[in-house]
């Protein structure tokens, strides 16, 4: 399925902004792999115990957040330019705290390693995506 030509079709003029559609759409695929590396880092963190408790519940907080950013962001006429910020700077938030937690991990988990780089991907699309709606 073509996602990106979807998004090309839908209509935005209930948007109080112009948008991307090409940055949305990398920010929303960031988000969706950042999504599925810490929902599986947290299931790994899971298996070895309760020194990894605290990075389970993180990387399983960043894939909601992630999560819901990226549907959020599939419904664009929905959205106005201050809860898409908020939206956005909270996402780029639990990312930077996941990718913090798991770095300490790397060494142990190497599904920590990939959800860090995931996580620091996710943040850096939606940095930009947020520094777009504010030119």
Same mark, same amino acid.
Do not use: W
């Given at each position: &399925? @073509?996602?990106?030509?979807?998004?090309?079709?839908? %209509? *935005?003029?209930?948007?109080?902004?112009?948008? =991307?559609? =090409?940055?949305?759409? @990398?920010? &929303?695929?960031?988000?969706?792999?950042?999504? *599925?590396?810490?929902?599986?880092?947290?299931?790994?963190?899971?298996?070895? /115990? /309760?020194?990894?408790?605290?990075?389970? !519940?993180?990387?399983?907080?960043?894939? &909601?957040?992630?999560?819901?950013?990226?549907?959020?962001?599939?419904?664009? !006429?929905? *959205?106005? +330019?201050?809860?898409?910020?908020?939206? +956005?700077?909270?996402?780029?938030?639990? /990312?930077?705290?996941?990718?913090? #937690?798991?770095?300490?991990?790397? @060494?142990?988990? #190497?599904?920590?390693?990939?959800?860090?780089?995931?996580?620091?991907?996710?943040?850096?699309?939606?940095?930009?995506? +947020?520094? %777009?709606? %504010?030119?």
């Amino acid at each position: &399925m @073509d996602t990106m030509a979807m998004m090309k079709n839908m %209509s *935005m003029t209930d948007m109080p902004m112009e948008m =991307d559609t =090409d940055l949305m759409q @990398d920010t &929303m695929m960031a988000m969706n792999a950042a999504s *599925m590396a810490a929902t599986m880092c947290s299931a790994s963190d899971m298996r070895m /115990g /309760g020194e990894m408790a605290t990075c389970a !519940a993180m990387c399983s907080n960043t894939a &909601m957040m992630a999560d819901t950013g990226m549907r959020v962001m599939m419904r664009p !006429a929905g *959205m106005d +330019l201050p809860s898409m910020q908020s939206m +956005l700077m909270t996402v780029m938030t639990m /990312g930077t705290m996941c990718a913090a #937690e798991c770095r300490k991990h790397m @060494d142990m988990a #190497e599904s920590c390693r990939y959800c860090a780089m995931a996580c620091d991907e996710m943040v850096a699309k939606c940095e930009a995506m +947020l520094a %777009s709606m %504010s030119a």
